[in-house]
């Protein structure tokens, strides 16, 4: 069985940052594209950033140049680092990992922007 874990969430002022991480654990084969997307209140969960297995990225264009999304594939494990943090990007943030045989979403993580 494969869960994702994540982590990082958190209350953070404007302007401020936040790191987040998704772990993927169990019987993985192979991981193809990892992602992350959020969904503020009343609002369509929407893609924030994703990576695919040759490192290629694409952003919402909301978050480019403040967020950056990496991979370490030894461990399984996506981040998303936001900086210049904004009210409107508080969000409940989920990863998304592709893992051939079928894709995950984990359980989410809250980021809120507020002074």
């Known amino acids: 069985q494969v869960q994702l874990v994540e982590s990082g969430g958190g209350l953070v002022q404007p302007g401020g940052s936040l790191r987040l991480s998704c772990a993927a654990s169990?019987?993985?084969?192979?991981?193809?594209?990892m992602g992350w997307y959020r969904q503020a209140p009343g609002k369509q969960r929407e893609l924030v950033a994703a990576?695919?297995?040759?490192?290629?990225?694409n952003y919402d264009e909301s978050v480019k140049g403040r967020f950056t999304i990496s991979r370490d594939n030894a461990k399984n494990t996506v981040y998303l680092q936001m900086n210049s943090l904004r009210p409107e990007d508080t969000a409940v943030y989920y990863c998304?990992?592709?893992?051939?045989?079928?894709?995950?979403w984990g359980q989410g993580t809250q980021v809120t922007v507020s002074s």
């Open positions: 998304n990992v592709d893992i051939v045989i079928g894709v995950l």
């Open positions: 990576i695919t297995s040759g490192d290629s990225t």
């Open positions: 169990g019987s993985i084969l192979s991981i193809n594209t």
